[in-house]
């Protein structure tokens, strides 16, 4: 099999990336002035692109397999096969979501106010399908960074801004208007590439792992002891992804217990375990989680 060629996007996402192929299984080395940093595994060659860029390579076939946003394959209306939506399982994650903002003063209170005004973002192409789709004319410029303060210095009159919580846009005396888009990392491969039966398998894989380790987020493995009197008072208490699994002991009169739980679930859990007679409890962290 030829090498599969993976993007990694550079910049905010890069040490995440890392992370996720780490806990996936695939150790990525950086080096401070390469932007091809090595991979342990012999079938995988890495280099470090613009997430912006991401899509539009891959789909030239530049590269078979990357990890970008949603958002800007639709900027770039690139022609990629999707694999995973790699979203983060956690209770606090907070997905990345396009806003239009303007100031806080501002008499704009929608979308059709903005008729005929300026709009600064990075998003130039999306912005203007959406406001075409929906028959506004507004001026789109490309905004190079700091576009928040665009509409403090009177450069535009509104903004086309990503945020997770919003918190940012407030702290410059924005208010939001519309949500335009919400955006998730995702893996996608290069069309001719996904045809290729063995690339296939390979980026198969990798969307498997990823994925087996995004699962894993925020969740932990649990075991213990429970008497036999107690068994079934202790199951009916065990909050699981699917049946837990009961395994007799030696001692005819004990079973042991083990399931996967949410993280935050233990501090409660533990307790009322323990008072209903469960003894030896283990809780252990998980690095993946396979559903099939």
Not at 73 to 96: C, F, G, M, R
Not at 108 to 119: A, F, N, P, T, W
Not at 194 to 215: C, F, G, N, V
Not at 241 to 269: A, G, K
Request: aromatic share 6%.
């Amino acid at each position: 099999m030829s090498l599969i060629r993976l993007a990694i996007p550079k910049g905010s996402l890069q040490q995440s990336t890392i992370e996720l192929f780490r806990d996936a299984g695939w150790t990525i080395t950086m080096s401070s002035r390469s932007y091809f940093p090595s991979i342990d595994d012999a079938d995988i060659e890495c280099a470090l692109v613009r997430a912006q860029e991401i899509s539009r390579y891959v789909e030239s076939g530049l590269f078979d397999v990357a990890l970008t946003g949603k958002d800007w394959i639709l900027e770039n209306s690139s022609d990629v096969q999707e694999v995973e939506d790699l979203i983060y399982s956690k209770a606090t994650y907070h997905p990345a979501k396009w806003v239009l903002a303007v100031d806080e003063k501002s008499e704009i209170r929608s979308v059709e106010d903005l008729r005929g005004k300026k709009i600064a973002t990075e998003l130039v192409n999306f912005t203007k399908k959406y406001f075409r789709e929906r028959n506004i004319p507004v001026e789109v410029e490309f905004s190079w960074g700091a576009t928040e303060a665009k509409v403090v210095d009177g450069l535009a009159d509104a903004i086309v801004e990503v945020t997770e919580t919003g918190s940012t846009i407030r702290a410059h005396n924005l208010k939001i208007i519309e949500e335009l888009l919400v955006t998730n990392t995702k893996l996608i491969a290069n069309r001719s590439s996904w045809k290729d039966s063995r690339k296939r398998t390979k980026i198969e894989q990798i969307a498997l792992m990823l994925k087996s380790a995004l699962q894993a987020t925020g969740m932990a493995g649990l075991k213990m002891n429970a008497p036999k009197e107690s068994l079934e008072q202790i199951i009916d208490m065990l909050p699981a992804l699917t049946s837990p699994t009961v395994s007799p002991l030696h001692d005819p009169n004990w079973y042991s217990l083990e399931i996967i739980i949410h993280e935050s679930q233990s501090r409660n859990l533990i307790p009322e375990l323990l008072r209903a007679g469960a003894r030896g409890i283990i809780e252990y962290p998980l690095k993946k989680v396979l559903n099939g």
